[in-house]
């Protein structure tokens, strides 16, 4: 049996050689398309010749470069790229001088001498303030026949007057910037919340109106601007009736603390002095009811005190006092007291007025088994104890 010695080679490496002469090979290769190109490139320009070439072909090539139509297709296929550079360059130049420079700039211009935060006041700030503020209110005042609203906002724009939170009329200012709002039908007496709101952009006021009608008269009216700095009086009344300012009940307690309770005009101020010597202030709300409590100190049984209840507007001046004079008596002993309940009345409020601090609530609530401090009731009777 025969054997077949076969031998199976593989995969050779190549010889560096080979590599070596295909890399000079490549080289050369290179270096003659250079040469090559180099050579015409001068000849199109008409800088170089060879003075070897025939006279035949020195003769056309020659008679072509003087060619315009040829030399102009040869520079534009030599020189394509440093003419589109200019090209764009000049463009960019031009754009730069004839149309940015066009364009009208906004320019903020910064006042060198402020005006010192002590010396302004509300008018120099409507003075100084622009345009795009925030709509303001100027007038609310109550008329006869109803109401009159004046502010500014934006010139030529769209506000809309708002009403316990419905927009009720919608003004436009005039190149000033100002509006007025006079509605033919007045409103029925009661407590309103007056808000502005401009239409586009929308944008609504930091400040608001209230708006007390009387059912008296309308010169009893108040008007006060809420602001986040307190409140302003706009309208202050001027004719009161009899019941303005009412005192229903005063208590004193052997803590030496003076509870008055009554009514009076809402959200104006309402303070207490004992023998012409303030001991304390509170304000009326919304439904026209108020509670004052201060300490008196220790008052003598069988002598003659003078309360005075005092009710102020908005410029801490006073538009009405009730005077109670009174004979204080024995004390009874009773180690506590009862107060009703009133519309918009919580315990905080009572308890700051009966125990000195609000925090002391939780011990009417207790003494009453009242499980949600939050929800009381008006007319609800409420025993508060008041032992020392």
């Known amino acids: 049996m025969a054997n077949n010695n076969t031998m199976v080679i593989g995969k050779t490496k190549r010889s560096t050689d080979?590599?070596?002469?295909?890399?000079?090979?490549?080289?050369?290769?290179?270096?003659?398309?250079?040469?090559?190109?180099?050579?015409?490139?001068?000849?199109?320009?008409?800088v170089f010749s060879h003075e070897t070439e025939e006279p035949k072909k020195t003769k056309v090539v020659v008679t072509r470069e003087h060619t315009p139509r040829d030399q102009n297709k040869s520079l534009l296929r030599e020189y394509w790229f440093p003419i589109l550079c200019a090209l764009i360059v000049l463009f960019v130049a031009i754009w730069v001088i004839f149309i940015r420079i066009g364009t009208p700039q906004r320019v903020i211009v910064l006042n060198a001498n402020p005006v010192p935060v002590e010396t302004v006041s509300r008018d120099t700030v409507k003075?100084?303030?622009?345009?795009?503020?925030?709509?303001?209110?100027?007038?609310?005042?109550?008329?006869?026949?109803?109401?009159?609203?004046?502010?500014r906002w934006q010139p030529n724009k769209?506000?809309?007057?708002?009403?316990?939170?419905?927009?009720?009329?919608?003004?436009?200012?005039?190149?000033?910037?100002?509006?007025?709002?006079?509605?033919?039908?007045?409103?029925?007496?009661?407590?309103?919340?007056?808000?502005?709101?401009?239409?586009?952009?929308?944008?609504?006021?930091?400040?608001?109106v209230f708006l007390y009608i009387s059912d008296a008269d309308y010169r009893n009216s108040v008007s006060l601007l809420m602001t986040r700095d307190g409140s302003r009086v706009l309208q202050s009344p001027s004719i009161l009736k009899d019941g303005d300012l009412t005192v229903s009940k005063i208590d004193y307690l052997?803590?030496?603390?003076?509870?008055?309770?009554?009514?009076?005009?809402?959200?104006?101020?309402?303070?207490?002095?004992?023998d012409d010597k303030y001991i304390g202030f509170s304000r009326v709300s919304d439904y026209k009811h108020f509670g004052v409590g201060a300490d008196a100190g220790e008052l003598k049984p069988g002598q003659e005190y003078n309360l005075t209840v005092r009710l102020h507007?908005?410029?801490?001046?006073?538009?009405?006092?009730?005077?109670?004079?009174?004979?204080?008596?024995?004390?009874?002993?009773?180690?506590?007291?009862?107060?009703t309940v009133r519309r918009g009345d919580c315990l905080w409020i009572i308890a700051r007025n009966f125990l000195r601090r609000g925090v002391l609530f939780s011990i009417i609530a207790e003494r009453n088994s009242i499980q949600n401090p939050d929800l009381i009731f008006t007319d609800q009777l409420l025993q508060i104890p008041t032992k020392k």
Do not use: C
């Open 313 to 339: 507007d908005g410029d801490g001046q006073t538009i009405a006092t009730v005077n109670h004079n009174f004979i204080m008596p024995e004390m009874t002993g009773d180690n506590d007291t009862f107060y």
């Open 127 to 151: 003075n100084i303030s622009t345009p795009a503020d925030i709509p303001t209110f100027d007038i609310v005042r109550v008329k006869e026949k109803g109401i009159v609203v004046a502010g």
């Open 158 to 208: 769209n506000i809309s007057i708002l009403i316990n939170n419905k927009i009720v009329a919608t003004e436009r200012t005039n190149e000033n910037g100002e509006f007025v709002y006079a509605p033919a039908n007045g409103l029925k007496p009661g407590n309103y919340t007056l808000s502005l709101m401009g239409v586009e952009p929308k944008m609504k006021s930091a400040d608001k």
């Open 18 to 46: 080979n590599m070596i002469d295909e890399a000079i090979a490549q080289q050369n290769s290179w270096l003659n398309r250079r040469r090559n190109f180099t050579r015409r490139f001068l000849r199109s320009i008409n």
């Open 254 to 274: 052997d803590t030496g603390r003076i509870i008055v309770t009554g009514d009076a005009l809402p959200r104006l101020r309402v303070s207490l002095s004992l």
